[in-house]
Each structure stands twice: as structure tokens, then as C-alpha cells.
């Protein structure tokens, strides 16, 4: 089976901009869930879709938002960006809850 | 609240000598335990994983972790590394059941330098 994608691999945007950032799960897997990782905090966790619905959300603020379509892919958006957005974003899919999480190589985001 | 320890931020080692990293946790009800390592601009990849059964489990590349629920840690360890371990490896745990589903709270990491 192929892996978890992730598009774009690079990102550079200006402070204020919007992004939305895509995620294709494993084939067959129904949950996906994404993460910051950045130097200072570390890997974070952002929110978790399960078949369309968003059952879990981290400590984030509401400029962080995600969906899930039919098909589970999933894309997470910020708006009005601020220069700490700044990190790798990575995105995991599991068969189930509480199953292992597989992750995608990440998109990085650079805000100037 | 769950949380995850790693006792060292850095581990420098030479090649072909075994390494263990450290990793303890905290959590009142029961949980799953991970291992994945990152390589230089690249995502996490599964080293291992405990969800219940045999405590000592064996992973790839050579490296096995033993969850001890006495002392709420999960080491992982190889008896000898290559250059091509070197790279970040992360302990993550889950609370499978709980409200906080599908998340893994992450370990801060711990650097394994291998020098030749």
C-alpha cells in the first residue's frame, strides 16, 4: 500500500496570508490526525477526523482549522498567519481509533 | 493528564556499541506506547510499539523496548548501532478509549549521535 501524502513538501507565505495544507491517508484507513512540530514545543497535537468528523482538537487557536472529505483525505487551514506558524506539519492516518499512526513526510511551512 | 519524559536530549555513541534511550511516562489509566525516529527532513517512522501482551518487543533495525509498568518507563535499546541510526527518536504514548483519541503525546526527543 502506498504511504501517508502530503502536499505541498515546501511552503513560503507572509504574515496575514491563509494556507491550507492537503493529506492523503493510507488506503483504508478512516482516521487522520495532524501535528506541529516545531524546535521550542515539539511535536503537538492539532485535531483528529474520524469518517468526516473532527472527534479530538488540541490546544490551538481557531485561526487552526481542519476537515475530512468522503474519501478521508484531509486538509488542515491557518489563516492570518503569524511568523510562530512557522513548522513542519505532519499528518498520520490509522485504521481506528487507538490503532498506530502512520505518518506522512510533512509539509514545511515558513512564514516571513 | 498523560505526559512523556525523555531523560536525554542528546546521546552520543560509537559505531557498533548498544545504545538505550530512556523514556518514562505518566498516566492514570492505561495506555499504548510507541517509539518512531526521524531522519533529517523527513516525517516519523514506527520503530515499535507496545498495545499489550509480551512486554519486550522487538521493532526494526534491530531495536527492542521493554515497557516496565512499575516504573511507567519504556527504553528502548540495540545492542549495536550503525552511523545510519543516527537521527531523533521519539517515545509517544496514547490513551486509547479515553476522550483524547487519536492523539500521541510526544517525548521531546532524544538525539542519537553515532560516531565512527
Known amino acids: 500500500k502506498a504511504g501517508v501524502t502530503q502536499t505541498p513538501r515546501y511552503l513560503i507565505k507572509t504574515r496575514g496570508q491563509q494556507v491550507t495544507l492537503s493529506c492523503s491517508p493510507i488506503s483504508g484507513h478512516r482516521s487522520v490526525s495532524w501535528y506541529q512540530q516545531t524546535p521550542g514545543q515539539g511535536l503537538q497535537f492539532l485535531f483528529e477526523?474520524?469518517?468526516?468528523?473532527?472527534?479530538n482538537k488540541g490546544n490551538f487557536p481557531g485561526r487552526f482549522s481542519g476537515r475530512q472529505f468522503s474519501n478521508s483525505r484531509s486538509e488542515m487551514n491557518v489563516s492570518t498567519l503569524e511568523l510562530g506558524d512557522s513548522a513542519l506539519y505532519l499528518c498520520?492516518?490509522?485504521?481506528?481509533?487507538?490503532?498506530?499512526?502512520?505518518f506522512g513526510p510533512g509539509t514545511r511551512l515558513t512564514v516571513l | 493528564a498523560q505526559s512523556v519524559t525523555q531523560l536525554d536530549s542528546q546521546v552520543p555513541v560509537f559505531e557498533e556499541a548498544p545504545v538505550e534511550l530512556r523514556c518514562n511516562y505518566s498516566?492514570?489509566?492505561?495506555?499504548?506506547l510507541f517509539w518512531y525516529v526521524q531522519y533529517p527532513n523527513q516525517g516519523l517512522q514506527l520503530l515499535l510499539k507496545?498495545?499489550?501482551?509480551?512486554?519486550l518487543v522487538k521493532g526494526i533495525n534491530g531495536f527492542e523496548a521493554e515497557f516496565n509498568k512499575s516504573q511507567t518507563s519504556f527504553h528502548l535499546r540495540k545492542p549495536s548501532v550503525h552511523i545510519s541510526d543516527t537521527a531523533e527518536y521519539f517515545c509517544a504514548v496514547s490513551t486509547p478509549g479515553s476522550s483524547n483519541t487519536g492523539k500521541l503525546i510526544f517525548g521531546q526527543g532524544t538525539t542519537l549521535q553515532v560516531k565512527p
Open positions: 498516566s492514570s489509566v492505561s495506555v499504548y
Open positions: 507496545y498495545l499489550s501482551g509480551s512486554t
Open positions: 498520520a492516518s490509522s485504521s481506528q481509533e487507538g490503532d498506530t499512526q502512520y
Open positions: 477526523y474520524f469518517s468526516e468528523t473532527q472527534r
